[in-house]
């Protein structure tokens, strides 16, 4: 069972456009975080996010925590090739305490 | 030294070996996580260390064994390796929420 979803696996867009992604699950988390991996290198942490209905922003990049905190999205506006890359979200406090885990990932390629 | 080191960074074996992987917690952190992650996949936990004590553990084999050292440092040990563990393994340190991750290993199994 796999208790992330990461939502839409693969997203090829226009420099300029806006997009969303999404991470659901069933389960309740402590506190989600979101990833931006690239090629032959390990995940680099974006945000983490605690409280349910919490929004961040990180420049371009929004991150909205579910009130429920079972899901969470990430939009970016304006989409850059500089923002390709493979977009993880990571949860903690489902299984054991604080140990992480990871969807599969949403892969985006943003062509110039 | 800030940052997660992991050494090697890429590696070849045959099917049966064992294999030793490497990490070097970022300072201050006393906590390391073990991730496989395969092509086209999000990592998967292997196991987690708290202060030289395993505090974790995912759907790995026993094969899968690991320490971490007083000084926070980590290896990650696979016996009898199989094609299928083939992938990229990642270290992670952290001290509260989110995590560090290294460079990470990628072994390939032939």
């Known amino acids: 069972t796999q208790l992330l979803e990461q939502s839409p696996q693969f997203l090829s867009i226009q420099e300029g456009e806006n997009l969303t992604v999404y991470c659901n699950s069933s389960?309740?988390?402590?506190?989600l975080q979101w990833y931006r991996q690239e090629p032959g290198e390990g995940p680099v942490l974006l945000v983490t996010?605690?409280?349910?209905?919490e929004v961040k922003k990180l420049k371009r990049l929004t991150f909205q925590f579910g009130d429920a905190r079972k899901d969470s999205s990430l939009h970016i506006t304006a989409a850059q090739p500089g923002d390709t890359g493979l977009y993880l979200c990571a949860g903690a406090g489902i299984i054991r305490d604080d140990k992480i885990i990871f969807g599969k990932g949403t892969r985006l390629h943003i062509l110039p | 030294e800030t940052g997660v080191t992991q050494s090697p960074t890429h590696l070849i074996k045959t099917r049966g070996q064992q294999v030793t992987l490497r990490c070097s917690s970022q300072?201050?952190?006393?906590?390391v996580s073990w991730y496989q992650q395969a092509l086209g996949q999000g990592p998967q936990f292997i196991f987690q260390?708290?202060?030289?004590?395993?505090?974790g553990r995912g759907n790995f084999p026993p094969r899968f064994s690991g320490l971490q050292f007083p000084n926070y440092s980590s290896e990650l040990n696979v016996n009898a390796l199989e094609l299928d563990d083939s992938a990229l393994y990642l270290c992670?340190?952290?001290?509260?929420?989110?995590?560090?991750f290294g460079s990470g290993t990628r072994l390939t199994v032939v």
């Open positions: 996010v605690v409280t349910g209905g």
């Open positions: 389960s309740v988390f402590s506190s």
């Open positions: 300072s201050g952190h006393n906590t």
């Open positions: 992670a340190s952290s001290l509260d929420f989110g995590y560090t």
């Open positions: 260390y708290y202060r030289e004590e395993e505090n």
